[in-house]
């Protein structure tokens, strides 16, 4: 028996349970010469998540650098180990540690690519293919725990499956679910391209069908009107329709399938038949459902999934009250809203994964999705309806006061909405916002949309669409913490105050959009405006990249944005100088310059140009932004747009307060990502 091996029945035989579950120590092991000594064994052996499990111990007691050997271990383990038992024990203990593996830097995600990539080939390897899935798997949590960047292994995920045929069976399996959680959480990334090909293999196609199924539901539940979202529900349906006749024993679609009809059936001629159908089929799944989900293993991360029991239970209560009082002539008006929500919670149940993170405050922290939900999906047409016809029947409602005053606000509503199909078209925004209106109008509010021509109503509506529709609109938990870090700088400033602040927030907004734009847009989908961001095009042709091309893009982004109104560019005789764009709200103005970088696009280099874009808010507002185009991004990619969007101080002798300047860098001239080559290790 080796050394380490005796050390570590001795430590077992005296290890208390808690110590068992976190594992050794490097003193339990001998030392850090000893464990250097036996690098090899524990790389290659059975005990690699020992191995792991005592670097982080001492990670955490004695830094990074009395580290740095035993970090060389542990990714010669990930690199080398071809123990499947071996290499999923290290990598569920790795993804439980995110500072071990944050600490093991770009190297990490590059070993456990490459376990996949092999994986791919691994032909008759067993060993081999379910190594390479359980580096995927681990990925996807570091990934969902911001500790390694998505984008490569999304690309890696997207290579690996583009022919599932080549791929061994055992690996081919697993994908799809992988695939599912990541296309809920980035799903603009194109991996439903990948789901579809997974449709073509007998041993894939059941869980790839599923997923694209939720894909397509959370497409649907992103609506804002009820007509297009039953238009994909009804698409979704279909979709778990065919899975469940492949399948008749696949329950989860047996759930959505149900609780979509029930929707669906809810504004149908056959109402009570097709709900009360739906109730029964939905309830006798659930029961069989519930019994499977207890008693089947589920990784870790996946564990939160099973609150969507928890969701479908109500879901069945919610049905059983909907078919016992919905009849023809007796609409169950309060159905709706309630079997959509707890459609909604299956369905962010479902896809919410636990994730550890570095926080002292709480270990374990759940990535969820949830799709964005107008205010107008909870006004959807066939709620509407019911409503109507429980205020003109229902006698408590119909004698209450403010019941007659909600009917006789819904029938003018009614009336004024067939009298014009051009006021049909604008009441788009009057669904969305009229919540605000009530908010602060309280009991006035019904006699005010009685009495109030449209027109002002129209002009109120302008009003009210601030910045907050687009914060509203957007899910990004990122994107929301990137923004409170600038707002948070921003507000320090006296000048943060009303007229001044929303408008520059909305700028601000507009312009962050700008640059996630020009981080996301395809190499053949931008057109001519936006050649500066591309190296060649597919002739390999040197492409142009000037200043006018990147002001001239920034520019159409303004103009068909809600600041086309108040957007000028090349405005002259500003501050002894000419600004590349210059917003005015009324007497405050804001001016963007546009620069290009060819040499050093660094935070301390691209500071040079902050004092020309805070010279001409000398008679206004301290906030101006500074776009820059970086052409200087090397074989290695462009910094992620989170690390390329700061705030400089500008402060001449003599000011009591500093200009702040928000400088936001755009890659250009980028290389096919393709091409890219990761930085050499530090």
């Known amino acids: 028996m080796h050394v380490i091996d005796e050390r570590l029945v001795w430590w077992a035989a005296r290890a208390s349970r808690p110590q068992l579950r976190a594992g050794p120590t490097v003193e339990d092991l001998g030392g850090l010469g000893a464990v250097l000594a036996a690098a090899d064994h524990l790389a290659q052996g059975p005990f690699l998540h020992h191995l792991v499990q005592a670097t982080a111990h001492h990670l955490a007691a004695f830094g990074a650098e009395a580290c740095t050997s035993l970090y060389d271990v542990v990714l010669h383990g990930l690199r080398t180990n071809n123990s499947h038992a071996a290499f999923a024990s290290a990598t569920d203990v790795l993804a439980g540690h995110p500072a071990l593996a944050r600490e093991l830097g770009t190297p990490l995600p590059r070993a456990l690519l490459g376990r996949l990539q092999q994986a791919t080939e691994a032909g008759e390897d067993l060993a081999a293919a379910l190594i390479g899935v359980e580096a995927a798997d681990c990925l996807v949590q570091l990934t969902l725990a911001g500790v390694t960047k998505a984008a490569r292994l999304l690309g890696a995920m997207d290579e690996a499956t583009e022919d599932p045929a080549v791929l061994p069976e055992a690996m081919a399996t697993r994908l799809p679910r992988l695939l599912g959680v990541l296309d809920a959480h980035h799903p603009v990334a194109g991996l439903r391209d990948a789901l579809e090909r997974c449709l073509m293999l007998d041993h894939t196609c059941r869980d790839a069908a599923f997923e694209l199924a939720l894909g397509d539901l959370r497409q649907a539940l992103e609506q804002d009107q009820y007509a297009p979202m039953a238009e994909h529900l009804r698409r979704t349906q279909e979709r778990l329709a065919e899975l469940i006749t492949l399948d008749p024993d696949r329950l989860d679609a047996q759930l959505y399938h149900a609780a979509i009809e029930a929707v669906l059936g809810l504004s149908a001629p056959d109402a009570p038949t097709r709900v009360r159908r739906a109730a029964s089929t939905l309830r006798d799944a659930l029961h069989r459902y519930r019994d499977y989900r207890y008693r089947t293993h589920t990784p870790a991360w996946a564990r939160p999934r099973q609150n969507d029991v928890i969701a479908w239970s109500e879901l069945t209560v919610v049905l059983d009250g909907a078919a016992a009082h919905l009849a023809h002539d007796d609409p169950w008006y309060e159905g709706g809203h309630g079997i959509l929500a707890a459609l909604l919670r299956a369905y962010t149940a479902y896809n919410t994964v636990a994730v550890l993170t570095d926080t002292a405050s709480a270990a374990a922290v759940e990535t969820l999705v949830a799709p964005v939900i107008e205010d107008a999906f909870l006004q959807s047409e066939h709620r509407q309806r019911f409503l109507q016809h429980a205020l003109a029947h229902d006698e408590e409602l119909r004698d209450d006061p403010a019941a007659r005053q909600l009917h006789a606000a819904l029938l003018h509503r009614t009336k004024t909405s067939s009298d014009s199909t051009v006021q049909q078209a604008g009441d788009q925004g009057k669904a969305r916002r009229w919540h605000r209106l009530a908010h602060h109008l309280k009991d006035n509010f019904t006699a005010f949309v009685d009495q109030t021509p449209e027109h002002v109503l129209d002009r109120l509506e302008l009003v009210l669409r601030t910045h907050d529709d687009v914060l509203a609109a957007i899910s990004d938990p990122k994107y929301g913490s990137l923004k409170a870090r600038l707002l948070r700088q921003l507000e320090d400033s006296s000048d943060w105050r009303p007229g001044i602040a929303d408008e520059f927030t909305a700028l601000l907004d507009t312009t962050i959009r700008f640059a996630y734009l020009c981080y996301d847009i395809g190499r053949k989908m931008g057109g001519s405006y936006t050649e500066y961001l591309r190296l060649r ?61 060819e040499d050093d696009a660094s935070e301390s280099a691209l500071r040079q140009y902050v004092a020309q874009a805070a010279e001409y808010q000398n008679t206004n507002a301290g906030y101006a932004i500074l776009l820059a185009l970086d052409k200087t991004i090397g074989a290695e990619g462009a910094a992620n747009v989170f690390s390329s969007i700061w705030i400089e101080p500008v402060q001449r002798p003599g000011e009591s307060e500093a200009c702040l300047v928000v400088i936001i860098r755009v890659p250009g001239g980028r290389e096919n990502p393709n091409q890219l080559r990761p930085a050499p290790a530090p």
């Open 537 to 597: 095009d597919k002739d390999g042709k040197k492409q142009k990249v000037d200043e006018a091309l990147f002001h001239q893009h920034y520019r159409e982004v303004l103009a068909f944005s809600s600041l086309f109104g108040v957007v000028n560019s090349e405005v002259i005789d500003k501050g002894g100088g000419r600004t590349d764009i210059l917003v005015s709200f009324g007497a405050v103005h804001f001016n963007v310059e546009c620069k290009i970088e």
